[in-house]
């Protein structure tokens, strides 16, 4: 299936530790996105990467780090986690169109969604 | 990004057209008009999307105000599997690269 894929779906864990949420797009996409989506359901956006770089960075704390080794993989990476942290995290993907189209045009799939909560 | 208002929730009955109405007084020449929406559990997914003409496709439909100040994302005859946040979403050239999100109107079809 074509898809965006995240694992895992659901991840506890304790205070302190580091974890990693990987991210999968075989769409052939350019871009791909981390959005966080808190307990009050407000959907924010973190990174994006374009073709592996980094174009946006949403003042998201320094233990966030994402890392892209290839442009269909997004993985995100959080150290010393915090109970804030609890969220439900999305990862996206999208093409950029052709020149002359206007960007605004584009649009995103998202993949499920994988729920980290910490303890 | 240019912002949007929607109410916060709307009701309709199984089988009915639902309107969603959304407001975007500052849009500019550029924007485009997209619509997404969340299932419970599940990531947001694409629905429509337009610039200035209405348009049209099997989820859905959107009619664009003439002076592209506000919209409407129909669904022509609503089911319980619709039932979702929808949003209203600006999409720009600076803007493009990322979705921003706003509260979205929830919608609750009665049986």
């Given amino acids: ?119 | 990004d240019a912002k949007t208002t929607q109410p916060n929730s709307m009701e309709s009955n199984e089988e009915e057209p639902v309107h969603l109405p959304c407001n975007h007084s500052t849009i500019s020449g550029t924007d485009y008009i997209h619509w997404y929406r969340q299932l419970p559990s599940q990531g947001p997914e694409y629905v429509i999307h337009g610039l200035t003409s209405n348009v049209n496709n099997r989820m859905a439909s959107l009619a664009i105000a003439e002076d592209r100040k506000s919209s409407t994302l129909i669904l022509h005859r609503a089911t319980l599997r619709d039932a979702a946040v929808y949003y209203c979403i600006l999409r720009d050239i600076q803007g493009a690269q990322k979705l921003v999100f706003g509260q979205g109107t929830r919608l609750t079809i009665n049986p």
């Fill in chain 1, 1 to 119: 299936d074509t898809a965006v894929s995240q694992t895992p779906k659901y991840l506890v864990t304790q205070m302190g530790n580091d974890k990693s949420i990987k991210c999968e797009q075989n769409l052939g996409h350019d871009t791909m996105y981390w959005y966080k989506q808190d307990s009050k359901k407000f959907l924010k956006i973190m990174f994006s990467y374009n073709n592996k770089e980094l174009i946006i960075n949403e003042t998201v704390p320094n233990r966030f780090s994402p890392k892209s080794p290839d442009k269909a993989h997004l993985n995100l990476h959080i150290n010393s986690l915090e109970l804030g942290d609890s969220a439900v995290y999305f990862c996206a993907s999208s093409q950029e169109l052709s020149a002359g189209t206007l960007a605004g045009a584009n649009v995103l799939t998202f993949g499920a969604g994988s729920r980290l909560t910490v303890l």
